[in-house]
């Protein structure tokens, strides 16, 4: 109810003419920048460069590292019955990390930004898991904010290092999503006052770690726009779009695809405290061909029917809401189509809903919620449970999160997790219940 009653007590006022507002990209918008920047909280200083340095230790026991559940089946192959099986393995985690950050105002109205995090995973029990090399934490990022005139440039190279497959709904059975990922490119806004104006281009680039995903090793050059209207000083309306050219460096189970994208979306701040966002159009992907390959030992080699054309709509919203002085809360919800793992592409629809809640003193609560219904669009990710044939998989994914985090000296934070996630699948031996634990303590210098 919390989220509810804003929208019944809350009226929105169009006015006929606004203000002139100050460019996002003009002097006093560079001259904003040089301030914030000067806010920004830091534990060395050398020269003109700002640096933020943390370190934290943190144990975790997962009772089911390699995502997959108890039991077993009997699948029928070309030279006779096989019983497969599938059994979780539980462990406890050490993961060490350090965070870096530093910012640099080349001049007044241009700044250089370094962040950084690096941590690595050490099993207890199972020390084939271990990380293979150091991870780098999403967000890490080497970025140039630079002016000229009306116009703002981002030049930016964004890396992460990841091995847990907890964000990926479409695997089980892997203790290991070892993946590099790479973004490498440039973002240009043009504000016109009333309407503003982005273009941008990146390169992408995955590398998987672990020979199990080398299938998904590729590169991608996406270009993307938006056009949007300031229609009051509280609502915005704009357009968007984005086109994206996949190529796999190698097509022995995926093929290269193209994918466009067009719609619209709008802004409004209802009051002070309460924020929605919606966007909503259509997408085009195409593939290079309407099939996968998989090759299943001990079955052999399938060329599983896929579609080539996946053509579908997409719509997201975000509602943020700053309820009082100690709660705030945000929601979003989701229908869009990526790129699958053993499939051409997936559909995805998303709910998830957080909560923060400030209520004891130098300490931070936060509840978190989730559910999620995916289907392949074809190819090959199990057996089906009816049938015993080869089949892209539907699933369900739901679960949640609570953690405490309490500021114990100005320098040290302690937190404490624990994450539910539950997969029920269509496919046989592909569902499982996983409970993860952790405690952490973070030192900033």
Do not use: C
């Amino acid at each position: 109810m919390l989220l509810v009653f804003p929208f019944l007590a809350v009226s929105v006022v169009v006015r006929a003419q606004d203000a002139v507002r100050p460019s996002l990209a003009g002097e006093a918008a560079s001259e904003a920048r040089r301030q914030d920047v000067d806010r920004i909280p830091y534990n060395l200083l050398v020269g003109p460069v700002r640096f933020r340095l943390g370190a934290s230790i943190g144990v975790e026991y997962n009772d089911n590292i390699n995502y997959a559940e108890d039991g077993s089946a009997i699948i029928v192959g070309p030279r006779g019955p096989i019983v497969l099986t599938t059994h979780a393995e539980d462990d406890v985690v050490i993961r060490p990390q350090v965070d870096f950050d530093a910012i640099w105002p080349v001049s007044q109205i241009n700044t250089l930004r370094l962040d950084i995090g690096l941590s690595y995973a050490v099993y207890l029990d199972h020390s084939d898991a271990d990380t293979n090399g150091l991870l780098v934490a999403p967000g890490s990022q080497i970025a140039f904010d630079f002016f000229i005139g009306d116009f703002r440039i981002n030049v930016h190279d964004r890396l992460s290092v990841e091995q847990d497959p907890i964000a990926q709904p479409a695997l089980s059975n892997t203790r290991d999503y070892g993946r590099l990922e790479n973004y490498a490119g440039l973002s240009v806004l043009w504000d016109l006052n009333q309407i503003l104006l982005t273009v941008g281009y990146d390169h992408y680039n995955y590398v998987s770690t672990t020979s199990q995903f080398d299938y998904l090793n590729r590169q991608a050059e996406q270009v993307y726009g938006s056009a949007a209207y300031r229609v009051t000083d509280t609502f915005t309306l704009g357009a968007e779009g984005a086109a994206v050219f996949t190529y796999y460096d190698s097509q022995d189970v995926l093929s290269d695809s193209t994918t466009y994208s067009a719609g619209g979306f709008g802004e409004i701040q209802l009051t002070k405290n309460l924020r929605v966002r919606v966007a909503g159009g259509y997408q085009w992907m195409e593939f290079d061909r309407d099939f996968v390959v998989a090759n299943v030992f001990p079955f052999g080699v399938f060329f599983v029917p896929d579609k080539k054309h996946v053509n579908d709509f997409y719509v997201n919203a975000a509602i943020t809401h700053q309820v009082n002085f100690a709660i705030s809360q945000s929601i979003s919800a989701g229908h869009e189509n990526q790129l699958g793992i053993n499939s051409n592409a997936i559909t995805l629809n998303y709910v998830r809903y957080t909560v923060n809640w400030k209520v004891i003193r130098d300490t931070l609560l936060s509840t978190e919620f989730f559910y999620e219904d995916a289907d392949d669009s074809g190819g090959f990710a199990g057996f089906d449970s009816d049938t015993g044939l080869p089949s892209g998989e539907h699933l369900h994914r739901y679960g949640g999160a609570i953690t405490i985090g309490y500021q114990l000296t100005p320098h040290v934070t302690l937190g404490l997790r624990y994450e539910y996630t539950n997969k029920d699948s269509d496919l046989l031996l592909r569902d499982y219940t996983q409970n993860r634990v952790s405690l952490d303590a973070t030192y900033s210098f």
